[in-house]
């Protein structure tokens, strides 16, 4: 359910990317591209960094992340898997992925002025 959800709107600012459509002013940026340049920054390396974890467990024996490794197929699925990890297990996600799980807060929880 998060799981579709999460490609849903995903999708809502054209094809799926791992990035939704931000809110204005997301992260302090002046803009719209650059709130999505630094969401996408976030989510690059954070994705990277868990294709390689997945990597090292299938081939030399490493301890396999605690994230679904189906997220390691593409950034796409890896937004999906990282955002139903988010809600049903927030303090092993923020443990793996303390980067992401700041701006999933923002974006999920926004303070209100
Ligand atoms: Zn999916």
Redesign the pocket.
């Known amino acids: 359910m998060i799981?579709?959800f999460a490609?849903k709107i995903d999708m809502r600012n054209g094809d799926a990317n791992g990035c939704p459509p931000l809110p204005p002013g997301f992260g302090g940026r002046r803009n719209a591209r650059e709130a999505r340049a630094a969401w996408m920054a976030v989510m690059k390396a954070a994705y990277d960094d868990f294709r390689e974890k997945t990597i090292l467990a299938e081939r030399f024996g490493a301890e396999p992340p605690w994230l679904d490794e189906?997220g390691a197929t593409s950034i796409?699925?890896f937004f999906?898997v990282a955002c139903e990890a988010y809600f049903v297990n927030r303090p092993n996600f923020g443990r793996d992925f303390p980067e992401v799980l700041a701006i999933f807060d923002e974006f999920f929880l926004p303070k209100r002025p």
């Open positions: 799981h579709e490609h189906y796409t699925e999906a």
